[in-house]
């Protein structure tokens, strides 16, 4: 699913208008009875029932006019409070005004002083925020900002216009407050905003309204940045022949595992069997051994040289040979930061083929040497969270995730997952998946080590390395879901997202 930015969004309205002849008073009014649909849902009856609009001066606030023109001809006692400056109101904003006062209500202008005001706010069964939208550059100030603290103050279900007020549209940014929407409303297509970063928190329930932009306009929109949807993941997941033999589905390696550390090589390689990998080998430090050969009974362990308690440097050479025949590898998990450690790292940067996944510790020994990704061959994917992007050399300092990764992906040609909240994932070419699944319940040690599991399974199995990251954040979020639906998000495991990654994948046998 394409997520536009606002630039791309205004050009297709103005494309849609002006070459295609479509009204925007129409979209406009489209796209306000959408909203208020979705506000009359809100309450539990509309006999006696109140709502507060908030409306910029802009189109945003276009649309919140005409919803209150909507809920005023339902009967529901509807306010419409002006925030900003009437001046600035734009020709279809002051037709839906027009038509409100036809239809008996009327535009407010909103003063912080006014006690009635504030009062019915404060009462009001719905409240629809449309003060900004897509328009926003910058943190609210003067009467926005104390619009805002009124809409978050109420305590009523809010539905938002296309983007909750405060929250930048293109980033997901939050510069200063922002409103906290029950629900919001956007109209086409979704913004990346709305997917990642802080404004993801914002928008709570989303729903993509269809407001009349042609379809064929739509489909011709011109896009770099993504969210899978479950239809989508579901097509693009390999299927599963039915004459077929474990040497069909993936040979995979994982280097992981010290002392100390014999979770993470587990969880990683019991991840990529519940994802359908044929075959999982597993190499870890010959000192942890036992233990990894105990836990793992489906994934085939074996022994690499220790020197003292950590990997020995000649380990490298020894488990190249066996990488060399695998069609993904993992390294990293669990590894430890030792000289062994890092010669293994460089080595597979220098001589595996099939596509390599470097997370934990192999992140941290890859910042070292970041310029050997560049020119290299084969494909190669990280999958730091934000401490480990800076340490990468990934700058964060602007909060533009996608902005941030997408540089890092393009500059040193790899796939970059960042994760945290809409899990971002770059490719090399620019294009950006934004994920849209996933709870703080899975904000726990091991987590990661599940998610790599899943795409070095995926790899394994022949899928691209940019659709198969994406694919792999959208299952292990999806198996998260599944697991705070069950145990609750304080008591979910790592552990117990394996077991439910079946139930998230659950795709058909294909002839």
């Not at 969880?267 to 999982?280: E, F, I, P, Y």
């Not at 069609?327 to 596509?355: F, H």
Request: net charge negative; glycine share 12%.
């Amino acid at each position: 699913m394409k997520l536009l930015s606002a630039a791309q969004m205004k050009e297709l309205d103005r494309k849609a208008i002006d070459e295609m002849g479509v009204s925007s008073t129409e979209l406009m009014g489209t796209a306000a009875r959408q909203v208020c649909l979705a506000a009359c849902a809100c309450l539990e009856t509309t006999e006696g029932a109140t709502a507060a609009v908030f409306c910029g001066p802009g189109n945003n606030g276009g649309d919140g006019i005409a919803a209150a023109r909507f809920l005023t001809e339902q009967g529901i006692l509807t306010r419409a409070l002006l925030v900003g400056d009437r001046e600035k109101m734009t020709a279809d904003t002051k037709e839906m005004e027009r038509r409100l006062e036809a239809a008996g209500g009327e535009l407010e202008p909103f003063s912080p002083e006014n006690v009635s005001q504030k009062a019915f706010c404060q009462t009001a069964g719905v409240i629809i925020d449309a003060i900004f939208g897509i328009g926003l550059r910058a943190a609210p100030k003067g009467d926005a900002e104390v619009a805002i603290d009124w809409i978050n103050q109420s305590g009523a279900p809010v539905v938002a216009a296309d983007v909750p007020s405060g929250v930048l549209a293109d980033t997901g940014q939050v510069p200063g407050k922002a409103v906290r929407a029950s629900r919001t409303v956007t109209f086409t297509l979704p913004k990346p905003g709305l997917y990642t970063g802080e404004g993801s928190l914002f928008c709570g329930v989303l729903q993509i309204a269809n407001i009349g932009i042609p379809k064929e306009l739509v489909e011709a929109a011109e896009c770099q940045t993504f969210a899978l949807t479950e239809q989508e993941v579901r097509t693009h997941l390999p299927k599963r022949k039915k004459d077929g033999h474990k040497g069909d589905f993936g040979k995979v390696g994982i280097v992981a595992g010290s002392v100390g550390y014999t979770g993470a090589p587990t969880l990683a390689a019991k991840a990529a069997m519940r994802s359908g990998a044929g075959l999982v080998f597993l190499y870890v430090p010959r000192n942890i051994y036992e233990i990894e050969a105990v836990k793992n009974t489906e994934a085939m362990v074996f022994p690499l040289p220790v020197e003292g308690d950590v990997l020995a440097e000649a380990a490298a050479e020894e488990v190249m040979y066996q990488l060399s025949s695998h069609d993904a590898c993992l390294i990293g998990p669990g590894l430890g930061q030792s000289d062994g450690a890092r010669a293994v790292v460089r080595a597979a940067l220098g001589t595996v083929q099939s596509p390599l996944i470097l997370d934990a510790d192999g992140l941290n020994l890859v910042a070292e040497h970041i310029h050997e990704l560049d020119g290299r061959g084969a494909p190669v994917v990280l999958t730091p969270h934000a401490g480990e992007f800076r340490r990468l050399g990934g700058h964060l300092e602007e909060g533009d995730r996608i902005g941030a990764a997408r540089a890092f992906a393009v500059s040193h040609g790899c796939v970059l997952v960042l994760k945290g909240r809409g899990t971002v994932t770059a490719l090399p070419d620019g294009t950006v998946y934004l994920n849209s699944t996933g709870n703080s319940g899975m904000a726990k040690g091991g987590s990661g080590d599940v998610l790599s599991g899943v795409l070095l399974a995926l790899l394994g199995q022949g899928m691209e390395p940019g659709l198969a990251a994406a694919t792999a954040v959208f299952l292990h979020g999806a198996a998260g879901d599944l697991c705070a639906r069950q145990w609750g998000e304080a008591g979910m495991l790592p552990s117990d997202l394996i077991e439910l990654l079946p139930r998230a994948a659950d795709t058909k046998e294909s002839k």
